[in-house]
């Protein structure tokens, strides 16, 4: 039986482009208000706009994920503009194109900080709201198809949304009998600034490695829009599944990779090989 969403209320992390924008307005549209989070204004303005547009109610919430006192904030802020808190979406998150033996500590440490521990510690607060207020509640954490094998130079990236992927798998039974779902998203290719931005924290130019926002060595065949990733969301939220996974094909093929490893580990092999060009590892860097 599908849940009904409209008067219930989500906050969005990470919401001012990509797939959060797009999760925002998908929620919109399913008649939820949204308490839209992000560090430009401007850009969540806009989002904004949008979600009212297809009907939906919103509130912004201008910080960074990292800040703890952003994560309180921005519940209170679903509480104080729309009575409470139904639904949490921790979607902020980035990525780095680097060997892991490159990467300095700062980098690593700081890739955990938002995709990792910011995302659960939005969950923690919110679960323990719910359990308080003996309140029912839905989170979901933005994990990734690479949370199930990792990809050459991504190794860290895959590394975090892994461990949500994990954690929030355990709190799903944790959480169960307070009448709270814990779900995780798992997007392949998706068509946003996501890997422009990538490429530019790693060294590389805009656009040096990639068009439309798709990284030239993604097969064309697993790259989605956003939008795409916004509906399966709006469908996990009513349905309350595990895992919301937005190809079946990707999905069986990390299936394979646990059963088969060496058929994962010659799968990277040749991804390796393809891009060990613009990767180079020498002793002196770190």
């Not at 208000?33 to 560090?39: Q, S, Y």
């Not at 800040?67 to 639904?87: H, I, K, M, P, Y």
């Not at 895992?243 to 999905?251: H, N």
């Amino acid at each position: 039986m599908m849940k009904e969403l409209a008067g219930k209320t989500i906050v969005v992390t990470g919401a001012s482009s990509g797939i959060g924008a797009a999760t925002a307005v998908a929620c919109g549209a399913a008649g939820m208000n949204v308490v839209l989070g992000g560090r430009r204004l401007d850009r969540l303005q806009q989002v904004a706009q949008k979600v009212e547009a297809v009907g939906g109610a919103t509130s912004l919430v201008i910080g960074d994920v990292r800040d703890r006192f952003n994560t309180t904030e921005l519940l209170d802020q679903a509480v104080s503009s729309f009575g409470g808190v139904d639904c949490v979406f921790a979607n902020a998150g980035y990525s780095m194109e680097k060997s892991f033996v490159t990467m300095s500590e700062d980098e690593l440490r700081g890739m955990f900080e938002t995709n990792f521990f910011a995302s659960v510690a939005l969950a923690r607060e919110a679960a323990l709201r719910w359990i308080e207020s003996d309140r029912g509640g839905h989170v979901i954490l933005c994990s990734s198809c690479v949370s199930k094998f990792p990809l050459p130079f991504q190794g860290v990236y895959a590394a975090t949304k892994g461990a949500q992927a994990l954690v929030a798998r355990a709190m799903r039974h944790e959480l169960s009998p307070f009448g709270i779902q814990v779900s995780t998203v798992h997007p392949i290719t998706t068509r946003t600034e996501f890997f422009d931005r990538s490429a530019e924290r790693s060294g590389f130019r805009r656009g040096e490695f990639g068009r439309d926002g798709v990284p030239d060595h993604a097969p064309r065949l697993f790259v989605q829009s956003p939008e795409r990733v916004a509906n399966a969301v709006v469908r996990g939220l009513q349905s309350s599944r595990s895992e919301i996974w937005t190809s079946w094909i990707v999905r069986m093929a990390s299936a394979l990779f646990t059963v088969f490893p060496r058929l994962q580990d010659l799968v990277m092999h040749r991804q390796a090989a393809a891009e060990r060009g613009r990767h180079r590892i020498r002793r002196s860097d770190g």
